[in-house]
């Protein structure tokens, strides 16, 4: 005899021990043809991604771009008998293996900092050999700092789960507000030794006002479950 | 009628060819998440061999030469490119159509599976519609029965002989013989989509409904309609509780239900050759009875299936996809263009898709050993989920899957079909 669900009144396969429909358990347990509830299929798994040997890649890269700075400042003192033209060059491939060196690293911080180092360190060799630290000092490191420091902060953020995620991306938008007024501030001293707050505004406002309907929707858990459950959006 | 086919004197099958017009859109939308497959399978009366299956599928891809190929990416366009080995069959699993695209060891664009007396296919769209998809898989079967229990091989409407050549029209693309001169190209608005909890992106909740072919035929003929006007009624009239329940705008429910081309062109491709048609009912009009929406649903069919109309339809989308500017596109913006243009526009115009094979017929020496034939579609973008259902030895097989946990659009649909007095006998793939 085949179980029948109560609810629904629809018949239900031996194997089911409750209607898939409503949920409503079998009533009789003892209809349930065990041998064919167990004898189900494999769960497969999501496929895992392409395998790929990042760190070596890495240091492949690093060696590489080593290799031709090398090269680069051997023609260079050939050439010339000094260290001129091969400058950018070098800041070019610090530059690049600033990027190529992320996956090299385990520490999340050092994984942050190494690109900003060598995007530092490339800034630092082209204002060698242009013979203009100022502009350096005064405006490339304290940008690379800063966006150093938000990078930081984004990434530990984001590793904090137990914050819901809208507070996460308002705690970002904020700092974003904050990091594009310093980035002003600090481009006006450089050029002109005043602060005229302008341009940063035009970014400034439409970021407040996401940043001030995320904070409203993140009270709203019912909103929340509507807007996901509406665009089938992953559950946090 | 048919457009000339021009000479072609090269080596059959061809090392690579284009994709058809109705599959540009798939290798764009496929990833880890979005298979854009669909499963058929067989259950047998007996478990399945699976070294003689293996043989079998050996045997039965020389036949089926349009199985044999991979995707390949080119500057312009993505083509197939064809692989000379045949794949391994693979046990079965609880949580079907898992992305080809996410699996880096498969090359081929269609799996066999099998699990105790089924004998599973799962395909992706790239290389075939439905019917070319349950004649590789009844093939397969009929090479299968002859090899294991020694019946007798006959060809039938979905069997082919596999000990003749393949037929090079078998692998053609039929949208350019058959296209008119004048397209058109429909715009609707936005239609309803249910809501739901979603699961993981690898898992798909599968419901069956097993109803018999009789009661339903009678319940659609006291409605003077066909199964699938009378199906996709029901849907309709289910959709619109839903929608009615969520107290929200009310949007129009529509069905998209494909049409199989090879019915209104002579065509015997086994690649894609179908194309579909949303019939449904505007919901800001007030509450529909059922009685309504089969009426409006079977004149919107009607216009749907006329074979001009049709043909006009397909006309409008090859001369879209012809356009100088899009042909001039590299693969990486064509594939984002598309992709954009599938995540707005899609699934957008219909609340579910019905998709029904027909009532099958196998040859005489094969059905005492095919118990049921199931067909099951893969996990829809933009809505929740979609139906699809065959008829074989008196059953119909109306299967449901869906992305997300909710099953509140089955249990009203089902449930209308049991106050009809229309008995359902239900199974699911019992996800945990």
């Known amino acids: 005899m085949m179980p029948y669900c109560v609810h629904c009144g629809v018949k239900l396969n031996q194997a089911e021990k409750r209607c898939p429909l409503c949920g409503t358990p079998v009533f009789d347990p003892n209809s349930i043809d065990q041998a064919a509830s167990d004898n189900e299929p494999i769960h497969i798994d999501m496929y895992p991604r392409r395998d790929i040997n990042w760190r070596f890649l890495s240091k492949v890269t690093v060696a590489i771009l080593a290799a031709i700075s090398c090269m680069t400042i051997l023609c260079d003192l050939l050439t010339t008998g000094m260290i001129s033209w091969s400058c950018f060059s070098l800041a070019g491939c610090v530059l690049l293996a600033g990027i190529a060196a992320i996956p090299a690293f385990k520490n999340v911080v050092l994984k942050i900092l190494i690109p900003f180092m060598g995007a530092a360190f490339a800034l630092f060799l082209v204002a060698i050999a242009t013979q203009g630290l100022k502009w350096f000092l005064y405006l490339a490191l304290p940008g690379i700092s800063i966006a150093a420091i938000y990078t930081i902060v984004s990434v530990w953020l984001a590793s904090k789960k137990k914050l819901r995620l809208l507070y996460r991306v308002v705690i970002l938008l904020v700092l974003l507000i904050v990091f594009l007024i310093v980035i002003e501030i600090i481009t006006d001293l450089y050029a002109e030794n005043e602060i005229h707050i302008f341009w940063s505004l035009y970014a400034v406002i439409p970021l407040s006002f996401i940043a001030v309907v995320f904070t409203i929707t993140a009270h709203n858990n019912r909103m929340i479950d509507y807007i996901r459950k509406n665009m089938f959006l992953s559950p946090q | ?432």
């Not at chain 2, 047998?44 to 199985?67: G, H, I, Y």
């Open chain 2, 1 to 432: 009628m048919r457009s000339k086919i021009p000479e072609d004197n090269s080596s059959f099958p061809p090392e690579w060819i284009k994709l058809d017009h109705s599959a540009y859109i798939y290798p764009a939308i496929m990833n880890r998440r979005l298979s854009a497959m669909f499963r058929l399978s067989v259950t047998l009366n007996e478990t399945v061999d699976p070294n003689v299956l293996q043989d079998a599928l050996n045997e039965t891809m020389r036949r089926f030469p349009s199985f044999g190929y991979k995707l390949r990416k080119g500057l312009f366009w993505d083509y197939l490119a064809q692989i000379t080995e045949t794949p391994n069959v693979q046990p079965d699993a609880i949580n079907p159509m898992i992305s080809i695209a996410s699996d880096r060891k498969q090359r081929f664009l269609f799996r066999v599976r099998f699990h105790g007396p089924t004998i599973a296919l799962e395909t992706s769209h790239v290389l075939t519609d439905g019917t070319g998809a349950l004649t590789f898989l009844l093939t397969l079967v009929s090479v299968y029965l002859h090899k294991q229990y020694g019946i007798p091989q006959k060809t039938g409407s979905h069997v082919l002989n596999v000990s003749e050549k393949p037929a090079k029209e078998e692998l053609e693309d039929s949208f350019p013989l058959y296209r008119g001169t004048i397209g058109k190209l429909n715009r609707e608005s936005r239609a309803y989509h249910g809501s739901g909890t979603l699961i993981a992106s690898h898992l798909l909740n599968v419901i069956t409904g097993i109803i018999p072919e009789e009661a339903i035929r009678s319940a659609a003929a006291e409605h003077h309609c066909s199964v699938t006007v009378f199906l996709a009624s029901v849907m309709i009239a289910a959709l619109q509780e839903q929608q009615e329940a969520e107290h929200r705008r009310k949007k129009p429910v529509r069905v998209s239900i494909p049409i199989n081309l090879r019915t209104r062109f002579p065509s015997v491709t086994l690649r894609n050759f179908s194309y579909w048609m949303n019939p449904g009912i505007n919901a800001q009009f007030g509450h529909y009875e059922l009685e309504e929406i089969i009426r409006s649903v079977q004149a919107q069919s009607q216009l749907g299936l006329d074979q001009k109309e049709l043909q006009a339809r397909f006309t409008g989308t090859m001369i879209a996809a012809n356009h100088p500017l899009f042909r001039l596109m590299p693969l990486v913006i064509k594939h984002w263009v598309l992709n954009l243009g599938d995540a707005l526009m899609g699934d957008a115009s219909c609340s579910q898709s019905l998709s029904n094979l027909g009532s099958i017929d196998v040859p005489d020496s094969m059905k005492p050993y095919v118990d049921d034939i199931q067909f099951l579609l893969g996990r829809s973008r933009g809505k929740a989920g979609s139906g699809s259902c065959v008829s074989y030895n008196g059953k119909l097989m109306l299967t449901f899957t869906r992305k997300i946990h909710e099953p509140v659009f089955e249990r009203l649909f089902f449930s209308m079909l049991v106050e009809m007095g229309i008995p359902v006998e239900i199974e699911s793939n019992r996800l945990r």
